[in-house]
């Protein structure tokens, strides 16, 4: 049994038109949500045991608050690969991932983290910021998931809908 955890990136700021896309911080609300929404992913027990996150600063941040909300030593793996990436290439990065890894987190950005979830679904689910899909598959290994593997259970988490 194998746990996919999508997360699109926390709520990022505006303020400073000069940063390049892929330097952008979190703002104030990307920065309360993140590890909100860690939390309660360590409430659900779908506590992830490796996360793999887009290189663009609020990505990164995103992944760093949510695993420092665990309280464990979870290892957060940096791609270039996940930046504004498309949903093979999440497929792709998804493969890579060890078999021992039972439960893993990927942390990236839209439009190709709302698509992959749509494609997993089979049907359209809204992916604000910080909302995270959870897909529970009885695969062995991560090479074995494809867009038309059925879960056998699926959520969807938003900051605004949990506790």
Known sequence: MKTLLLMRHAKSSWDDTSLPDHERPLNH??????????????????????????????????AELVVKSFDDD???VVTEALYHAFPEKMLDVIHQQPCDVDVLLLVGHNPGMESLVALLLDRDEKMPTAAIASFDYDIAQWSDLSVSTRCKSSAIWRPKEID
């Open 29 to 62: 609300r990307g920065r309360r949500d993140a590890p909100r929404m860690g939390k309660f992913i360590k409430k659900t027990k779908h506590l992830p045991q490796r996360v793999v996150t887009s290189s663009a600063v609020r990505a990164r941040s995103t």
């Open 74 to 76: 979870i290892p957060v």
